[in-house]
């Protein structure tokens, strides 16, 4: 009878120190996991402020520099059969890095095989004609469609069909308004992610109806 009980008391105790164990292991990864979150996130805002640093005077150096050319306009076309089409009313061509036109007035068009087209305006803009990457700056306005995204930055890379748009962030159609510090979207996989820079701020999302 005493051994029943010495047994029964000790499946008790490993039991329950094996719940402990347990407990402490989930939220150890927990925190793991969000450690690497917060890691990530704070990895993605370096590299966004790293490109708005470094392009930050886009506006400014149109103005210092010379070589102006007046109704300027871009097109590229990649294996897939993407067009991508580019015009402003003025460019200007770095005379440091002559790969590099600044811009003023710029739209683009962006027309995906089997999609829709996709809208931007800006007021400057930074394009490299080597690549085709291009920097929006201020009062930056994209169109897909039913969708309009408006922020102060966005820089497009048309080699990894990407666009990280920052600065004032807010995405918007008939149903909802979004708000978040970051969006980026492939335009060829169609794929959004928005996120905050620091986790205790959440995504703002306003309902219409």
Not at 76 to 93: E, H, M, P, R, W
């Amino acid at each position: 009878m005493n051994k029943k009980i010495v047994i029964g008391a000790s499946l008790t105790i490993f039991f329950f120190t094996l719940l402990i164990f347990l407990y402490y292991k989930s939220n150890n990864n927990k925190s793991l996991v969000e450690k690497k979150k917060q890691l990530e996130l704070v990895e993605k805002k370096k590299q966004v402020e790293l490109v708005e640093k470094k392009n930050d005077g886009i506006e400014e150096e149109t103005i210092e520099t010379s070589n102006i050319i007046e109704d300027v306009s871009y097109s590229a076309k990649d294996t897939k059969g993407n067009n991508y089409f580019l015009k402003a009313s003025q460019g200007t061509i770095d005379q440091n890095e002559s790969n590099y036109i600044f811009l003023k007035s710029v739209k683009a068009v962006i027309n995906l095989k089997n999609s829709k087209l996709i809208e931007i305006s800006s007021d400057f803009g930074k394009y490299n004609i080597n690549n085709y990457d291009t920097i929006f700056s201020k009062n930056v306005i994209i169109k897909y469609l039913d969708n309009e995204i408006t922020g102060d930055y966005l820089d497009f890379s048309w080699d990894k069909n990407l666009m990280i748009i920052s600065r004032d962030v807010i995405i918007k159609n008939n149903d909802n308004s979004l708000q978040a510090d970051v969006i980026e979207v492939n335009i060829q996989t169609r794929g959004i992610k928005i996120f905050m820079y620091e986790e205790n701020k959440k995504v703002n999302i306003k309902s219409f109806n």
